[in-house]
């Protein structure tokens, strides 16, 4: 299992997924008053110096996260059934860029609500890097399944 590079891929996308949970992914500086915002996966929060205060919850983002890290991590045990892994990636794939598409609208929203230009971090574009893992992982699934089809017609 932990010898193909389809699981490798795998969990490389859900520790990329898990990274995303924890950290935000976008900053905004309103002018007036140079207020810190960041928006992360639990919704916007000011940032005081050292203090954080929730503003506003985004659960739903949250949610999908946690369905997305959960079924990628599903995957990685399902090595037996390579049909069923073939399916959740893309099933996994989409919902990956569905994530990314609304983890854009988000931030654009929150953007318009306090009149300022995100800054986007290095973990906004994780779905899209762990969409091309599992893209890189379905094909060396595919390769297996190619693989153990063409050794059922030696027999």
Do not use: H
């Not at 891929?9 to 810190?36: D, G």
């Not at 609304?102 to 800054?119: D, H, I, R, T, W």
């Amino acid at each position: 299992m932990i010898q193909r590079i389809q699981t490798l891929f795998l969990l490389a996308s859900v520790i990329l997924l898990s990274i995303l949970i924890y950290n935000p992914f976008a900053t905004f500086i309103v002018e007036p008053q140079m207020a810190k915002y960041t928006l992360g996966v639990f919704g916007l929060s000011v940032v005081d110096g050292s203090t954080v205060e929730k503003v506003q919850s985004i659960w739903f983002l949250f949610g999908f996260i946690i369905v997305v890290l959960l079924i990628s991590f599903v995957i990685i045990f399902l090595y037996r059934k390579r049909i069923l892994q073939i399916r959740l990636c893309v099933l996994t794939i989409v919902m990956l860029v569905g994530l990314q598409g609304v983890m854009y609208y988000v931030v654009f929203a929150f953007g318009e609500n306090l009149n300022s230009k995100p800054s986007y971090s290095l973990v906004f574009i994780f779905p899209l890097i762990a969409a091309i893992l599992n893209f890189l992982a379905l094909r060396a699934i595919a390769r297996d399944e190619a693989l153990i089809r063409s050794l059922d017609r030696l027999r």
